[in-house]
């Protein structure tokens, strides 16, 4: 019988040896997917950040080209502020000169060139008159100088103008210095 318990003690060890690979097996099978499943959850970590830090950059480069561009509007605002004393007295000149003399020479011709090519400048670039005769008074558009008053007509209306308003890209560059009307007190009470 010894050849036969060695049989059996050989398919034993047998056995044992195929039971002990196998859970060597298994546990380098299941170190392997807990190192998988760790580096699965550090690379969508990583994916995560850098879509944070792409949408940074790009929320960075918006603010960045806002920031430019409200720069250049602020400075071209500024710019145009100081022109329009330029062509207010451009106008002046050619009010004066037109009430002096009853044709036009060259040297009127010439500054009325001048300020028109200097009013469709500013027009392009984005600067729009204002229109206050027979509009209703408003503070955020006008400085009123006076009042006058009469006996009909719409209250608080512009009447006259002293000085144009303008605007530029939306916003008052200028306000109009304008005089409103104020109906009398005789008129309410009739």
Same mark, same amino acid.
């Given at each position: 019988?010894?050849?036969?318990?060695?049989?059996?003690? $050989?398919?034993?060890? !047998?056995?044992?040896?195929?039971?002990?690979? /196998?859970?060597?097996?298994?546990?380098?099978?299941?170190? #392997?997917?807990?190192?998988?499943?760790?580096? $699965?959850?550090?690379?969508?970590?990583?994916?995560? /950040?850098?879509?944070?830090?792409?949408?940074?950059?790009?929320?960075?480069?918006?603010? %960045?080209?806002?920031?430019? /561009?409200?720069? %250049?509007?602020?400075?071209?605002?500024?710019?145009?502020?100081?022109?329009? *004393?330029?062509? &207010?007295?451009?106008?002046?000149?050619?009010?004066? !000169? !037109?009430?002096?003399?009853?044709?036009?020479?060259? =040297?009127?011709?010439?500054?009325? #060139?001048?300020?028109? /090519?200097? !009013?469709?400048?500013?027009?392009?670039?984005?600067?729009?008159?204002? $229109?206050? %005769?027979?509009? *209703?008074?408003? *503070?955020?558009?006008?400085?009123?100088?006076?009042?006058?008053?009469?006996?009909?007509?719409? &209250?608080?209306?512009?009447?006259?103008? @002293?000085?144009?308003?303008?605007?530029?890209?939306?916003?008052?560059?200028? *306000? @109009?210095?304008?005089?409103?009307?104020? =109906?009398?007190?005789?008129?309410?009470? =009739?």
């Amino acid at each position: 019988m010894n050849q036969e318990e060695d049989k059996v003690t $050989e398919k034993n060890k !047998s056995s044992n040896e195929e039971t002990l690979n /196998q859970d060597l097996v298994q546990e380098e099978l299941t170190r #392997l997917k807990e190192a998988l499943e760790k580096q $699965e959850k550090e690379s969508i970590g990583y994916l995560e /950040q850098i879509k944070r830090l792409q949408a940074d950059f790009e929320n960075w480069r918006k603010r %960045i080209e806002s920031e430019k /561009q409200f720069l %250049i509007e602020n400075a071209n605002f500024a710019l145009v502020k100081k022109l329009l *004393p330029v062509l &207010d007295n451009f106008e002046r000149a050619l009010a004066s !000169s !037109s009430s002096c003399q009853g044709e036009k020479n060259e =040297i009127q011709e010439g500054v009325s #060139l001048i300020c028109r /090519q200097i !009013s469709d400048l500013l027009k392009e670039e984005g600067l729009v008159l204002m $229109e206050t %005769i027979g509009k *209703p008074f408003d *503070p955020n558009f006008h400085e009123a100088i006076g009042y006058e008053e009469r006996e009909e007509g719409e &209250d608080h209306t512009v009447i006259e103008e @002293a000085r144009k308003g303008y605007i530029f890209k939306g916003r008052v560059l200028r *306000p @109009a210095l304008v005089k409103v009307l104020k =109906i009398s007190e005789k008129a309410n009470k =009739i």
